[in-house]
């Protein structure tokens, strides 16, 4: 049974009532993107039919309200994230620039040769890359923590790797690969203990339940706007004031200065020090809207939904014969991974038939190679669940899955007949 108080949910989203491959959609793909309610979408229509303009610069009345949106969904940001001003959240194109923003400008300031930055085995690349990119530039050096093999990580190792050679601590909140909540206000609080900063990767976390920046300590905090029913192409980088202060500029251009001369260029103050240039203007009134959307469903709801779907969805996959499911952390959101081994099928196969029938799920590595390397796979087949997804969808991927394995045996059973005992 769905909770009553989640009933209507799914028929706020138009792309759930349409088909593919002329079978209804069954969406379970939402840790890449989250759809998008019909708030957003008129939010974001409403802009492009009455209120777009240039912000910051005009005069006029209608750039006056354009601006007046951009600002008050910053506000919003900040009010999801618990900042303690709405000047410390920085809209960016995402997570990845969030990250990219914190490496190319906190980290060329601040890292020498020899500095350590510690990331964690189950970080998407986007945490990693950026780090390789200063570590290279800076002769900084990348340290990793380890996982056991139920995709939990290993805290006493990564107690042993700090030291007052650490600079900086960047883990995600949730691995969008296996689902596993990691402990980071703990993590933080080491990390702090040893004189380091610690950076969020919050991209699989702010659209699955509360999140306080404040209370968790964090440095630095990144999302995207598309895993939180908002637009593509906005996210947030959250940062402490002082550390955004302190902070060179990562672009410059219009909007990120105060004056300019050929002799010296001063810089905005927080936050359009670090927006240089006119912004995804629309991407940031959907977002606001999405926030106001969530809020008003309530994080606690949404988290409590997708626990229990999460259980169910477990035990039905776990009664798929030959299925594997890779990563049985203990805290887990949203997200399920497996394999298929006996016998075994291709994680592609398993996302193209699936497919045929209408459900969307992910298959590769996730943008998590090095943590495929460590489970010895190259790929696994993911399904993740937001707030619309139901025991329906579970229960119509589990038909698949069952049918697919089914034929799959049938397949290795009569090519054995063929060849003949051994
Ligand atoms: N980190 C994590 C944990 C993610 O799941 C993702 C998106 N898959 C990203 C970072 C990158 O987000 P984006 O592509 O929106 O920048």
């Not at 509360?210 to 593509?232: C, E, I, N």
């Not at 959250?238 to 010296?264: C, N, S, W």
């Not at 049985?328 to 399920?336: D, F, G, Q, W, Y």
Request: glycine share 8%.
């Amino acid at each position: 049974q769905e909770p009553s108080a989640l009933s209507g949910i799914r028929d706020q989203f138009p792309i759930l009532q349409t088909r593919a491959h002329g079978r209804p959609l069954v969406y379970l793909d939402s840790a890449a993107s989250t759809q998008q309610p019909q708030t957003v979408i008129q939010a974001v229509s409403d802009y492009h039919r009455l209120h777009h303009a240039n912000i910051h610069r005009g005069v006029y009345q209608l750039s006056q309200t354009a601006t007046q949106l951009y600002e008050e969904a910053r506000a919003r940001v900040a009010r999801l994230l618990n900042a303690a001003e709405p000047a410390e959240c920085v809209f960016t194109r995402g997570t990845t620039e969030s990250i990219n923003l914190v490496a190319a400008s906190w980290g060329r300031q601040n890292l020498r040769p020899g500095d350590e930055i510690i990331l964690s085995v189950l970080e998407h690349h986007s945490n990693i890359v950026p780090w390789q990119l200063v570590a290279e530039a800076t002769g900084a050096l990348i340290r990793v923590v380890p996982m056991n093999d139920a995709g939990e990580l290993d805290l006493d190792a990564y107690r042993a790797l700090l030291s007052p050679k650490t600079r900086m601590v960047a883990v995600n909140q949730v691995s969008n690969a296996l689902g596993t909540i990691n402990p980071v206000r703990e993590m933080i609080a080491a990390a702090h203990a040893v004189g380091a900063l610690a950076l969020v990767d919050g991209a699989q976390w702010v659209a699955h339940g509360r999140t306080d920046v404040q209370a968790l300590d964090a440095d630095f905090y990144a999302f995207s706007g598309h895993k939180l029913y908002g637009p593509t192409g906005i996210g947030v980088l959250y940062g402490k004031r002082h550390l955004l202060e302190g902070m060179p500029p990562y672009q410059g251009g219009g909007d990120m200065i105060e004056h300019v001369t050929f002799a010296k260029t001063t810089y905005a103050p927080l936050p359009s020090k670090l927006e240089a240039g006119t912004p995804n203007i629309s991407g940031v009134v959907g977002l606001g809207a999405a926030i106001g959307w969530i809020e008003s469903v309530g994080l606690d709801l949404v988290g409590a939904h997708e626990q229990a779907l999460l259980s169910y969805a477990t035990e039905r996959l776990e009664q798929v014969p030959g299925l594997e499911i890779k990563g049985m952390a203990r805290e887990k959101s949203s997200v399920i991974s497996w394999v298929m081994v006996d016998p075994p099928i291709a994680t592609l196969d398993v996302g193209t038939q699936l497919d045929l029938q209408g459900i969307c799920i992910r298959t590769g590595h996730h943008c998590c190679e090095p943590l495929m390397d460590r489970m010895g796979v190259s790929s696994t087949a993911r399904a993740s669940i937001g707030i619309y997804s139901s025991r329906e969808d579970v229960d119509h991927l589990v038909d698949a899955l069952l049918e697919i394995a089914e034929a799959a045996r049938k397949r290795a059973r009569s090519s054995v007949a063929r060849i003949g005992p051994a």
